[in-house]
Every structure is written in C-alpha cells, then in structure tokens.
C-alpha cells in the first residue's frame, strides 16, 4: 500500500498494486510512492506532468543523493544508478498508463508523450512481424538512461561448495545445497512446509506416489509473506547429500523449543522472535554475510542459475528442465543458459581444428 503524510491511503496507487502478485507489489509500492513524493515535494501534480516535469524526475533520481542508511561517519554520498532509476521511471510510466485505462484522473496525452514507436530489429524467434511488417513497430519507454544490460550471474559448483563450507548453522547447510540442487526460487524454499518434505525412499504412507527423496513447492499464503511464484504445484527430486542436511537440521532445529510449534521448515533458531518462519530480509542477510567470507558475490537467485545450467549441461532435456523450474513459456529457459569458460574455449579450438583439417585435406 501507499500512504500520504497524513497516513491515509492514496487511492490510485492502492488500486494499481491490489492487482499485482506480493514481490512485484512489494517492488512497485516504493517506487510509486517516491514519484508521489517528489510530485508533492516540487509542487508538480501527479496525474499531469509536463514531459519537461518528467525528465527532471528522471535526472533528480540519479543526481539527488541517497538518505545515508547504516553507513560509517565519514562515507562518501552514494547515488543512485541510471539502471535503477530507469527502474522507477519503467514503474511510474507503468502506473500512470494505468491510471490513464481505468479512468482514474490521468490523460490520455501523459500516456501518449510517455512513449514512442520504435522498429524491432531482431525479433524473437517465432515472433510474428505481420504481412507488411506492422508488428515490427512497438512503443517504447521515452523516459530511459542508456545502460550497459547486466550479464545474469551464477556460481559455479566449486563456487557453491565454497559456500557450504563457510556456512556456520546446519540450517543454512541446508538451504544453500536445497537452492543448490533443486533450483527452487528463495520464495519457493522460505514457503516450504514440513509435510512438503518427502526424503523417505517410498512416499506411499504419506498419500504421496512419488518415489524416491523429494520435495513438493505449492503456491499458499504464508505468514512470512513468502511466495511460490509458480501457480502449478510441482515437484522436485533431491539427492542423498540434501537428505543428509535436513537430517542434520533437524537435530539442530530440535534443540530450539520454540521451533516446534511452526509447520514451516525454515525458522529463526538464533535471534528472536525464535521459531518464527524465516523472512526474506533474513535469507538476503544471511547470503550478504556468507558472501563476505567465501570472497565472492552471492545471492539466493545465483543458485537458481547455477542449477539450470547444471541441468543444459549434462544433458537434461529442455522440457524436463522447464518442469524442474517451474517455468511458464519453454522461452524462460534462454536466460539460463551460461557458457563456462572451458566450454568457450572448446568451442573456438574445435573451429581452428577443423580449419587445420581443411588446409591438410587441400593440400594448405
């Protein structure tokens, strides 16, 4: 939700994030209310900016300096980045198009001066352009930094064993090596339920048909606001190593009273309100500090990654992959596909040895 200074809810913006899933409106609430703020700050009214208005909001979130937050005396001022503001201008163009559809006060001429046609170049594969190539033209963000795009990032499995090892709490064993194997998303594992937990060899006695270790990701409401992204229930098989954790987890879970009343299978188990399910901000935090010894950038997604890639590597098929993950559109697995330097290196001595084979073959 999104408030005034006064603490009364502002309308529109309520009604543009009630429709949205909990993450996206978690991400969008904030920056909504900061274009709302600064429209409030410099006296500009929301539902009619001048395209001028605008691009001085967008030069504002890069030049204004952020409010320093747990930072040491002395530190220099930090700003934000033209990727993130491009971020918040993304979601307040979102907003105001919004407004603009269900009649809530924004004109059609702000939607309009909001984007401008632009012409695919390379169209995706499958994409349909039209008879005459019409659907080649789409409307693009005006509002938008030029930046360099982001490489997504992952481990690799020496990278994520590094992890296991710096970790000081079976707890957090347990959840680097389920991320790890099951390439489950943080919100998927933060949801988890004990009787979503099927590690016996034969699940019959517990309704289950599955055979083998496995672990069950369903879409509920939870009290830690975590969320199964995916709408399909699925299920994901683990290997002995990930039994082991939980078991050793277990143990350490047992020794905290408090932890027993909660179904959820992660808790708080060394800070209060112990026993109560783990939170995002606790898995974020707890990665920052597993980064920080193991010497290298880490993050829940990353594992994600690691493990897809895992998966094209040693031959699963993409369908089969597709399932595992939990995606949609079989177009989600691309993203996932990275290329380790040895598998680079390969495929540049494979060219220059067929080249070499040509040249003998012709006499060269």
Request: net charge positive.
């Amino acid at each position: 939700m999104v408030v005034d200074e006064s603490f009364e809810l502002h309308a529109q913006a309520c009604s543009f994030l009630a429709g949205r899933e909990f993450n996206t409106g978690r991400t969008y609430a904030p920056r909504v209310a900061l274009y709302l703020s600064w429209c409030k700050e410099f006296g500009v009214e929301w539902t009619e900016p001048s395209l001028a208005q605008l691009m001085a909001f967008q030069r504002w979130l890069v030049e204004e300096p952020l409010v320093p937050s747990g930072r040491p005396p002395g530190a220099g001022r930090r700003y934000r980045e033209k990727g993130t503001a491009n971020q918040i201008t993304g979601t307040m163009t979102d907003f105001l198009r919004w407004c603009s559809l269900a009649g809530l006060g924004v004109p059609a001429t702000v939607v309009t001066m909001l984007v401008e046609p632009r012409f695919l170049r390379f169209a995706p594969a499958g994409f349909d352009p039209g008879e005459d190539g019409q659907n080649l033209q789409i409307e693009g963000r005006r509002l938008k930094f030029r930046v360099a795009v982001p490489g997504y990032e992952w481990l690799t499995d020496e990278e994520v064993h590094q992890l296991l090892v710096v970790t000081t709490h079976a707890r957090d064993r347990f959840l680097v090596g389920l991320l790890a194997v099951t390439g489950m998303r943080i919100g998927e594992a933060l949801g988890l339920r004990r009787e979503d937990m099927h590690f016996l060899p034969d699940s019959r006695l517990l309704g289950c048909q599955v055979t083998g270790p496995h672990v069950h990701v369903r879409r509920r409401v939870n009290s830690n606001n975590a969320f199964a992204k995916s709408v399909q229930p699925r299920w994901i098989p683990v290997d002995e190593d990930t039994v082991g954790l939980y078991t050793e987890y277990r143990y350490e879970r047992e020794a905290v009273a408090q932890a027993e009343a909660s179904d959820m299978v992660f808790v708080n188990l060394f800070r209060a309100p112990l026993g109560r399910p783990m939170r995002y901000d606790n898995a974020y935090e707890l990665f920052k500090r597993l980064a920080t010894r193991a010497g290298f950038r880490a993050r829940p997604h990353m594992l994600r990654h690691s493990a897809i890639t895992r998966w094209r590597r040693k031959g699963v098929p993409r369908d089969v992959r597709q399932d595992l993950a939990g995606h949609q559109s079989p177009a989600s697995q691309d993203r996932y596909s990275h290329a380790s330097d040895q598998e680079k290196r390969d495929a540049v001595e494979l060219v220059a040895a067929r080249r070499r084979q040509g040249r003998v073959e012709h006499g060269g």
